[in-house]
């Protein structure tokens, strides 16, 4: 994430006219506040809508007289970014793309630099920019779709090229005694939903909560056996979910903000679905081992025991 400081980094021209800014953040950036920001990550389009901007999950229109491009942590990501934000930009428009310096921006501008040139680069409070002229003909937008073994699954997802070894372990603990209504809270792109479907045939309804937008749509896709009983929500559960009944939760809750580790985020997660279950409900949720979940667990439910304890994963089931 570029940081507030670095806004004079986004040096667009002294009327930057129409801006499309993609993986946009709630940065002060004075002019632009009347840019279209494109956010796929809950809590960032909502920080977004929040203090103003017009912001949506994916904007598939073009026109635009500059863009920026703020980068994401995927290679393949940034590049599609960067591709779409030149399609986007008229002939001879402005693109930037800026980045911490500790990030891939620097091989980003010579990937670029293999395409168009580098019209400026300049550096400042941690964070790298570069400028190109948008120019000839669109660029090919590189692929984003990827697959773990039978999921369909998208770059810059989590665990987007392999089963989570997690979420393979509290897959095992599914079962028929796992019915009624049931949500998975950071469901990702279904891989827990479709597993729990395969092994509990009396789930009625199933709702499946996720922060990335992205990661939804390939749930939504790898879910479609069942979807008479699935339903998609996007949200961030720890700002968003209120109270609702379910017979039980499933979920491998996220435990990183950007790149640092958060444990407030899961405990976050283990209070909502606490607030989610009717009584006698149960949640059964897996978590790296070192992770320290067993105090709020403690205040949040009736009782927990842990189900297993293996690759440095624990499984806890709990109850209301």
Not at 165 to 187: M, N, Q, T, Y
Not at 190 to 208: D, F, H, I, N, R
Not at 274 to 289: E, F, I, T, Y
Request: proline share 5%.
């Amino acid at each position: 994430m570029v940081d507030h400081r670095d806004t004079a980094l986004l040096a667009l021209p002294a009327d930057p006219g129409r801006v499309l800014v993609l993986n946009a953040q709630p940065l002060p950036v004075g002019a632009l506040r009347d840019a279209v920001c494109e956010q796929g990550f809950r809590p960032d389009f909502l920080a977004l809508e929040q203090v103003g901007y017009d912001v949506s999950p994916r904007v598939e229109e073009g026109g635009f007289d500059s863009a920026i491009v703020l980068i994401h942590r995927s290679r393949v990501l940034n590049e599609v970014l960067i591709a779409r934000a030149h399609n986007a930009v008229r002939e001879g428009g402005a693109v930037v793309v800026a980045g911490p310096v500790k990030s891939s921006v620097k091989a980003l501008r010579k990937w670029v630099g293999t395409r168009a040139q580098i019209a400026d680069s300049f550096a400042k409070h941690h964070a790298v920019a570069f400028r190109f002229v948008a120019t000839g003909a669109d660029w090919p937008v590189p692929d984003l779709a990827e697959r773990a073994e039978d999921f369909i699954t998208s770059a810059g997802t989590f665990s987007a090229d392999r089963l989570d070894k997690g979420s393979v372990l509290l897959a095992r603990h599914f079962g028929p005694h796992l019915r009624g209504c049931v949500a998975d809270f950071g469901a990702g792109w279904g891989y827990l939903s479709a597993e729990l479907m395969k092994v509990a045939p009396e789930v009625g309804s199933l709702a499946l909560y996720e922060a990335d937008h992205a990661a939804l749509g390939c749930a939504r896709e790898n879910l479609a056996p069942w979807a008479q009983v699935a339903d998609f929500k996007w949200m961030d559960v720890p700002a968003e979910f209120g109270d609702a009944q379910f017979n039980h939760v499933i979920m491998n809750p996220p435990f990183h903000t950007d790149r640092a580790a958060d444990t407030a985020l899961g405990q976050a997660f283990i209070q909502a679905a606490a607030r989610a279950l009717m009584p006698g409900g149960s949640l059964l949720m897996v978590a790296n081992r070192n992770l320290p979940y067993e105090t709020v667990l403690e205040g949040a439910f009736k009782r927990y025991e842990r189900l297993a304890d293996e690759q440095g994963f624990k499984v806890i089931e709990a109850f209301v």
